[in-house]
């Protein structure tokens, strides 16, 4: 299936060239090189440090004295007091780890013309191809193929080696890692690897782990010798890559690396290749087959980066669609239930000093990460995110009563695998305290793609109460008004014009707020409880501070009107149309508000990071402005922002812009509410004709849709309860019953 794929004419010379694996715990990147072949390998568990908690005892009680000058407009040196009394000890967090290197060397090489390596998308195997340079069999040369994969079903990575003729293959293979540990003695097939990871920031190395290499051949010899193990004269080979850590929990590193190793070692040891690919292939397509998405013709007779190149030029619309499926393909490699959560890098990084840590940062990233699966119907990929506030939930509480003398739990702006809360890296970008507030507020909105099942809003409301608990604990009455205001806090990363970015009630906040408080009342609502808490909730959300729209007419990032004279005008961030994506607040029913985030985006510029471009482009189809949002889905699939093997450019990679880019083109085609779906609604106009199949919208809803010359031809609407919904395409709306199991078709 050309349309699934994406592929190459010569093996990667560079990281961001190789081909990515996983399934959500094992990662690996494949090179596809002739004479050696290089799978870069990472565990999703496997990062610098062990349990700590960074509290700061200065931070209360400086608070009230940072809030003070706040207010009174001194925000520099607020700022200096902040960084010097309130932030995290200590001031970083710890890091994502590569755990090793495989490497398969062999001497022939690649006859001219023969090179082909691949991605398939639909079975989630990376391969290539190539004639052996010299080895003529009669009139045919001799071929040798290499498959890879990283399989959900047994929980291993697997490589498969097979030549043409018998007797063809002859190669080492070998191991290393930039952990500290040593090799152990074992069988002539085996290479194991253990070790302990490293600390930092003078939080010492808690984990151990370990790697296990085992080799089957059929045909040849195959010895130990030394570090490798070497393989002469077989005619195929299967190669058995695993590794785990000690890590069991944030605060629990007891587990036994040696007896995991062991135990999926003896759970296949009776599968043959073709079994552990049959099973690998199921379990992938059980859940990457659900949607489809057919945009027109593209150039898929051309290798991916040159598509990569040529898609500002127009005539390959199938390269978006093949980008959709791919970020679909990313959730699935790198967020499973039972692990974690996709990182900065998703679950593939080869630097022991990754940027920015190849943390969870969450003032927009990890949120990002998220906004694929519900829409790709992906929602189980959404677990990870829930597992990790949950455990946040616990570490979070103790930082909100350390530092701001409140109930509840609070998350800043990044968190790693021992769930670290604290705020870190200065008060420029760290001292933001409603992370937990924006994770609470789109785990409603995951509830609500569901259809908001009991169980689920069950396992939901204690965080939510958790973050209002908070939230409430923290606002302050604004002077001279009776609005109340995070204070202090930060419009991420951006510079007002005072010399700092500390602020009161940043319009972001304001719209985080409003949405934690309708879920946690929605929530309440549902389940029939909440009592005194609930109508504290709403006594406050009725006192945040609406939206303003400043003096170019755009939506004000602060509640002063300072937007026109910021030292960054074009700022990444655009962190105050937080409310028109991937909140609902502001839509066709706000249009005063709509035009001012119309205007602070153009005021913004389309261009920015990978990321950046990737949230424009959803906010521009909100805007309903088809064209637009493709003149920046441009910008991302271009080689300055898209790499060679599609990997999201900020740069350096960052997978966020590839799952809200994806997330963007979904949002053109289908919008939805409850109760309403938007069929169209920012579909570019050379899209002219298209089929989207397996679509999920709010209200535990799925949507095929096929349109012709820029109109749907039928709609079909399946549920998972019983309701009623208004599907729209422009100014027409129908009002269909769908009952629970059934389908319903509709036709403009």
Sequence with gaps: MRDLELWYRSPASDWTEALPLGNGRLGAMVFGGVAREELQLNEATLWTGGPYQPTNEQALPHLARVRELIFAGRYAEAQALADQTMMAQPLTQMTYQPAGNLFIESRPEAAPGTYRRSLDLNTAIASSSYGLLGWEQGNDIVRVRRESFVSAADDVLVSRLQASREGALTFEVWLDSPQPGDWRDGDGNWLSYFGTNTGLQGIEGRLTFGIDVQVRIEGGTIARRGRRIVVEDADAATILVDIATSFRRFNDVSGDPEALLAGRRAAISEKSYDQLKADHIARHQHAFGRLHLDLGEGRDEAPTDERIRRF?????????????????YLMLSSSRPGGQAANLQGIWNKETRPPWGSKFTSNINLEMNYWLPDPANLGECFEPLISMVEDLTVTGAEMAQRHYGARGWVLHHNTDIWRATGPVDGAEWGLWPTGGAWLCAQLWDHAVFAGCPEPLVRRLLPLFEGAVRFILDILQPLPGTDYLVTVPSISPENLHPFGASLCAGPTMDNQILRDLFDAYIAACEQLGSGGELVAQAAAARARIMPDQIGKAGQLQEWKDDWDMDVPEIHHRHVSHLYGLYPSLQINT???????????????????????????????????????????????????????PNLFDAHPPFQIDGNFGGAAGILEMLVQSRSGMV??????????????????????????????????????????????SVDIRWGQQVQRIDVRAGAEVSVSF
């Design 312 to 328: 500002s030029e127009g005539g390959d619309a199938a390269l978006a669609a093949l980008y959709v499926q791919y970020g679909r």
């Design 589 to 643: 029913s706000t249009p005063e508000l709509a035009a001012a985030a119309r205007k602070s985006l153009e005021i913004r510029g389309d261009n920015a990071t990978g990321w950046g471009i990737g949230w424009r482009i959803n906010l521009w189809a909100r805007l309903r402005d088809g064209d637009h949002a493709h003149d920046v889905l441009a910008l991302l699939l271009h080689p300055k922002r898209s790499y």
């Design 678 to 723: 938007d069929v169209l609604p920012a579909v570019p106009s050379g899209w002219t004709s298209g089929t989207l199949k397996g679509v999920r919208v709010r209200g535990g809803m799925e949507i095929d849709l096929d349109w012709r010359d820029g109109r749907p031809q039928q709609v079909r609407v399946r549920a998972n309860r019983d309701q």
